[in-house]
């Protein structure tokens, strides 16, 4: 049973700070890594991927993998009131596509106070 | 380009009944993944299609079916309908089965009595 676990929060941050959130994952052989952003009644929708260790950054966003330690994270810089979110992390079996279905974890709700 | 459209965005069932569900796919995307979102569980992964065919599926019981046409449009359906099954439903498609370009519809939002 692939398990996805992340702190649920709230995790609040104030505006412009660094916000930080975690992911664990229990299947070592997972090869592809995603954090959604869901916002409150929302569909989710994808922010970033990642597949080798170390950082990948965009814009605002970096995520970090560690494979060794099944660990990946969301750092979100210079955090504005419109971050504020629910974050989702995701694990897959395959990189990309593959046959298997993506593993999400329960989320970590974020509030970036003004 | 239009988005991912899902069909209805509310319904309201019975125990006992059955559903059918309805996705859309972005236009030219041939993968659609369905996904069940509850308070408790988190977002779960249900099945996958692409083109008509299912590639795979999730720790679901057999009342949770689903089908793509060759259009890409793709139904699910629930049969015997239980409380437990009230929870957001969502579709996302891909240009192929790879998930960096996935993209999720509104969902339809399934309360069962």
């Known amino acids: 049973q692939k398990e996805v676990e992340q702190n649920s929060g709230p995790l609040s941050v104030p505006e412009g700070a660094i916000a930080s959130l975690n992911c664990t994952y229990s299947d070592r052989g997972s090869q592809s890594f995603f954090w959604y952003r869901q916002y409150s009644g929302k569909s989710p929708e994808l922010i970033m991927f990642?597949?080798?260790?170390g950082d990948k950054e965009d814009g605002r966003f970096t995520a970090q993998l560690n494979k060794a330690s099944q660990y990946v994270s969301l750092l979100i810089r210079d955090s504005q009131p419109s971050d504020s979110a629910t974050y989702l992390c995701a694990v897959n079996l395959y990189s990309g596509g593959g046959a298997d279905g993506l593993t999400f974890g329960k989320g970590t709700h974020l509030i970036i106070q003004p | 380009k239009a988005g991912v459209t899902q069909t209805p965005r509310y319904l309201i069932k019975t125990r006992g009944q059955q559903v059918t569900l309805s996705c859309s796919p972005i236009?030219?995307?041939?993968?659609v993944s369905w996904y069940q979102q509850t308070p408790g569980q988190g977002l779960q992964f249900l099945f996958e299609y692409f083109s008509e065919t299912q590639r795979n599926k999730g720790n679901f019981p057999g009342r949770f079916s689903g089908r793509q046409f060759s259009n890409s449009r793709s139904e699910m359906n629930v049969s015997t309908l239980e409380l437990g099954d009230s929870a957001l439903y969502l579709c996302a498609s891909s240009l192929f089965p790879d998930k960096e370009t996935q993209y999720f519809g509104p969902g339809t939002r399934l309360l069962v009595l």
């Open positions: 236009s030219g995307h041939r993968s």
């Open positions: 990642i597949y080798s260790n």
